[in-house]
């Protein structure tokens, strides 16, 4: 157990919906960063938060967004879904965000678009 | 630009003997690879990492090596096992201040 927790496990819902992926980072961790990744595909940086400000960004689509909260637990959105948005979302943490320090991941959210 | 490439994409082993992957980056300016494996439908853990400070570091049955004039580096598992069965990722960092992974290589150690 890596101290990261991400709800929900599973989330099946249809195209053009909407959806929030919750994460909470391990005690102490200061950063939040948003992976993506699909069948048989490597891991995608989305976006990274730092104490609630977004520090770096990557391939994210404008349809989705996230936000670290002052508790520093984070949500990504994702918005107009497409079939090709099913993959698996995992979140990490690190102590203060800097890409040489060790990032701990959660155990993923799984998200199904029919 | 930022990119990692990660060979082989397969690697199947006999139980007992060693497995090499390797990945080459492009960014001269990254100084930290880490490498994570990722057991089937589970999360990614990291396994080891190196700096550019050193060419090679070991933690028991794993190892990597790093090559900074050539960009590449590389991990070594020796006396494969069935639970070293898994896809493993290299990283490079830290192109635009993140982590590029390469795309995975799944190792499969047969009995």
């Known amino acids: 157990d890596s101290g990261v927790t991400q709800t929900p496990k599973h989330l099946i819902t249809a195209t053009g919906q909407r959806v929030t992926l919750r994460c909470s980072p391990r005690?102490?961790?200061?950063?939040v960063y948003w992976y993506q990744q699909s069948l048989d595909q490597g891991l995608q940086f989305l976006i990274q938060?730092?104490?609630?400000?977004?520090?770096a960004k990557g391939n994210i689509l404008e349809r989705f967004s996230a936000q670290q909260f002052p508790d520093l637990h984070s949500e990504l959105n994702l918005s107009s879904l497409e079939l090709g948005d099913s993959a698996l979302y995992f979140c990490?943490?690190?102590?203060?965000?800097?890409?040489?320090?060790?990032?701990?991941f959660g155990p993923g959210t799984r998200l199904l678009v029919l | 630009g930022e990119n990692v490439e990660q060979h082989p994409s397969t690697l199947s082993v006999q139980e007992g003997d060693s497995a090499v992957i390797k990945c080459t980056y492009s960014d001269s300016a990254s100084n930290y690879f880490p490498w994570y494996k990722q057991e089937l439908g589970k999360r990614p853990q990291l396994i080891i990492d190196i700096r550019s400070n050193v060419g090679e570091k070991k933690d028991q049955r794993i190892a990597v090596t790093l090559n900074k004039t050539a960009k590449h580096f590389s991990l070594h598992i020796t006396e494969t096992q069935p639970e070293d069965s898994a896809v493993y990722f290299c990283a490079e960092g830290p192109a635009g201040n993140k982590l590029t992974f390469g795309g995975g290589t799944r190792v499969l150690v047969k009995p």
């Open positions: 990490a943490s690190s102590v203060a965000g800097a890409p040489q320090e060790t990032q701990y």
């Open positions: 938060y730092y104490n609630g400000e977004e520090r």
């Open positions: 005690s102490g961790d200061l950063s």
